[in-house]
């Protein structure tokens, strides 16, 4: 029986020695930007509201600048959205981690040893 390898991998952004950007945010900015809300965001994805605003705080903070702009409530309801900056963090993101899947299918010769 023939067995799959494969070559798995994560990749993180580090700010300094601080983990900072990776596919956890990248997933919580994407359905940000489909429901337009952190606390449907953060359901979808099986964690707190409070854990949710805590790395939405963090990208704002942290980085060049915000990801997340919030509008509060009113007649019209609140809601949240994602900046140009956010949107295009997520598409470099994704155009590193295709690049990087190429790197990793054209190293046929480890797993050929394996």
């Not at 067995?3 to 601080?18: S, T």
């Not at 060049?64 to 598409?91: A, F």
């Amino acid at each position: 029986m023939e067995k799959e390898i494969r070559i798995h991998f994560r990749h993180w952004v580090y700010i300094d020695e601080m983990k900072f950007f990776g596919p956890g945010r990248v997933e919580l900015l994407e359905l940000i930007q489909e429901t337009g809300s952190i606390m449907k965001a953060a359901k979808a994805m099986g964690m707190s509201y409070k854990k949710a605003w805590a790395m939405v705080d963090h990208m704002n903070t942290y980085g060049r600048q915000p990801y997340v702009i919030t509008h509060k409530g009113g007649q019209q309801g609140g809601g949240t959205e994602l900046t140009e900056t956010g949107k295009s963090v997520i598409e470099a993101y994704k155009k590193l981690t295709a690049r990087l899947q190429e790197i990793v299918a054209a190293e046929k010769e480890l797993l050929d040893l394996i």
